[in-house]
């Protein structure tokens, strides 16, 4: 699995639009990225995940450049519920068991915290 | 839909106890299951996946355990608890197939050990 770097923190008030971004120099061709959200005594949450150039759901968007070598998530309008940790994940994530069977394989570094204030 | 439980929520044990931590999941057959941990302040490390019933493998060798007794069932094992066990744990699983890469998580077990 490729090595990311994000930033250990952020923070922003609310409404305004967040952006982080997450390097990963080694990303390989078959690479996805994957983001995740965790809120405090909870489990990670899947937000978004792309391949090359933008992906938007009704949560975030997620830019990716042409080489790939780094991706930005964006938050638009964050509210004071935004605030969490945001994991950057780069993989296939597709491991083969000895069977043949697949197998997600989650490398989970220690992410973003967010604050947003009122 | 599918759910995902774990419990118990919030676990104080001695050292030198005994742990064991359930995870079942509803609402879809056949999954790969999966048991993290995460220490304070920092990233979840994988322990152990599971593709099968009775398949266990471990990521991190400790003195911890994992069983899959049934399809829906995970199952995370100490005879022996050490301090450096603390930490909250997560069980989660995702399909299988091309796009196993999503994974769901419980809401976890929250593990001091004193």
């Known amino acids: 699995l490729a090595k990311t770097t994000q930033p250990i923190s952020m923070d922003s008030y609310e409404g305004q639009e967040v952006n982080i971004t997450c390097s990963h120099n080694n990303i390989a061709t078959n690479d996805y990225i994957t983001w995740y959200q965790q809120f405090p005594s909870q489990g990670p949450r899947f937000i978004i995940q792309?391949?090359?150039t933008k992906v938007t759901n009704e949560v975030a968007s997620l830019f990716i450049p042409a080489d790939r070598k780094s991706s930005t998530l964006s938050l638009p309008r964050v509210s004071l519920s935004d605030t969490a940790v945001y994991y950057c994940l780069v993989g296939d994530m597709l491991e083969r068991s000895a069977g043949g069977t697949s197998y997600g394989k989650l490398t989970f570094g220690q992410g973003t915290i967010l604050t947003v204030h009122p | 839909s599918q759910t995902i439980h774990q419990w118990p929520a919030t676990l104080v044990q001695p050292v030198g106890s005994p742990l064991s931590l359930e995870c079942t999941v509803e609402?879809?057959?056949?999954?790969?299951l999966y048991w993290y941990r995460q220490a304070a302040g920092r990233g979840l490390q994988l322990l152990f996946y599971s593709v099968g019933i009775g398949q266990i493998s471990s990521e991190v060798p400790q003195n911890l355990s994992a069983s899959r007794p049934q399809d829906r069932q995970f199952i995370l094992s100490s005879k022996k608890l050490l301090l450096s066990d603390s930490g909250f744990y997560l069980c989660?699983?995702?399909?299988?197939?091309?796009?196993?890469?999503?994974?769901?998580f419980g809401p976890g077990t929250r593990l001091t050990v004193l």
């Open positions: 792309g391949y090359k």
């Open positions: 989660a699983w995702s399909v299988k197939g091309p796009s196993t890469d999503t994974q769901y």
């Open positions: 609402g879809t057959s056949n999954p790969n």
